[in-house]
């Protein structure tokens, strides 16, 4: 088969050593005391990469996984929560708050710009009666970046626990937990780690645990349930058998993130190159500010469809983009370049088949994309320095 190259918003292409190291010799996770003692070093690189001093867990199930068990361990019946919605995995967060019993208010920003710090100023001075709020990073149909930074300690200013989806995000935009006051930051296998999906990993702040034990009814859930994995290393005890395998690549992914200095320059050189090539091109970017560095948001010209271009660079040059889902389906393409997708070959590559496509289906461009992308992301890495 011809190797496809796969440009989505994850799942990205799986590094050779995180292929590799998956398929070592494995022990039985569950008596074997040296995995715990594995398991702990794995959390712990990982607090190193997420900046902070809480406690990480690594949890057997894809990203979403991540966004349910935080909310399962948070809600009670009538807990209130303020959802931030400015994309369609922010507005989704409210389903599992409604799910365990919880009250979600949802407070709207426009879709396409990073959500508004004002608004939320405003509405936090006359109402900030919440146990805690959710917000994504990157909410990923629409590649939108919110401005954690700003939002959680404002959050936080009344006492409002914070719960960041950062699986979009995480290892290729800056994320200071412990900085940015996140009580429970959560990410997935699949993204820039460069893994494949299978994983989530939430770090999970004292006071977080502490709500979780003061609740007055007891955590819905067993596989959702963050306190069961407390104090596993104490009691040498999983909730469930760890998936081994998984967690030996993905430690091999962690330490290629640590190891790697140039990551986050090197996704914001990317994102930025491939904005100005599709701009220059006068195809529309799709949001108006907040462009996160890991996927690119083009809307579909009005001469085709997301369909009929997403079928010809598959068939016809081998390179799989994405188009969206929910209110955006039809409406806009994305490009992903997170993880080992962000690399130079591979954007230039999916842009000159964007461009062939796009041609051949009767839409004119005013330049080169390829070209433009390695001149910009040349003028970007090199010239500066
Ligand atoms: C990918 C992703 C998830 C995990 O969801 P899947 O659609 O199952 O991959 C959760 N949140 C965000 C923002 C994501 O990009």
Not at 116 to 127: C, R, S
Request: net charge negative; hydrophobic share 40%; proline share 4%.
């Amino acid at each position: 088969m011809n190797e496809m190259l796969i440009m989505t918003p994850g799942p990205t292409a799986v590094a050779e050593n995180v292929r590799l190291a998956r398929s070592q010799t494995t022990t039985n996770p569950d008596i074997d005391l040296d995995f715990y003692d594995f398991y702990k070093v794995t959390c712990e690189k990982f607090g190193k990469f997420l900046q902070t001093k809480n406690d990480v867990r690594i949890l057997a199930g894809e990203g979403i996984l991540g966004l349910e068990a935080a909310c399962a361990s948070l809600t009670e019946q009538g807990t209130r929560v303020l959802v931030l919605d400015n994309g369609i995995f922010g507005h989704g967060f409210a389903d599992f708050v409604t799910m365990y019993g919880g009250e979600p208010l949802l407070l709207r920003s426009p879709e396409t710009a990073s959500f508004d710090l004002a608004l939320l100023e405003e509405f936090l001075e006359k109402d900030h009666d919440f146990k805690y709020a959710t917000v994504v990073h990157c909410d990923t149909p629409s590649g939108v970046l919110n401005d954690i930074s700003k939002i959680c300690p404002l959050l936080k200013k009344y006492d409002i626990l914070t719960v960041v989806d950062s699986v979009a995000a995480m290892g290729g935009e800056p994320l200071a937990v412990d900085e940015w006051e996140i009580d429970i930051v959560l990410g997935g296998s699949q993204k820039v780690l460069s893994a494949p999906p299978g994983l989530t990993f939430l770090s999970i702040s004292q006071a977080a645990y502490q709500a979780m034990e003061n609740r007055k009814t007891p955590i819905a859930s067993f596989y959702c349930n963050l306190l069961v994995f407390k104090d596993y290393f104490e009691k040498k005890w999983f909730p469930y058998t760890m998936p081994i395998s998984d967690i030996y690549g993905l430690t091999q992914a962690i330490d290629n993130l640590l190891a790697d200095k140039e990551i986050i320059k090197r996704h914001a050189d990317i994102a930025e190159a491939t904005r100005q090539a599709i701009e220059h091109s006068a195809l529309q970017l799709h949001l108006k500010n907040g462009f996160s560095n890991t996927v690119t948001v083009i809307n579909v010209p009005k001469e085709t469809t997301a369909q009929a271009i997403l079928k010809e660079m598959k068939e016809h040059y081998n390179v799989m983009i994405t188009g969206s889902f929910d209110r955006l389906e039809g409406k806009v393409l994305r490009i992903g370049h997170m993880g080992e997708n962000a690399r130079a070959s591979k954007v230039a590559y999916t842009l000159y088949a964007l461009q062939q496509t796009l041609e051949n289906q009767g839409v004119s461009l005013l330049s080169n994309l390829q070209d433009d992308f390695l001149k910009y992301y040349q003028k970007l890495t090199f010239d500066k320095k």
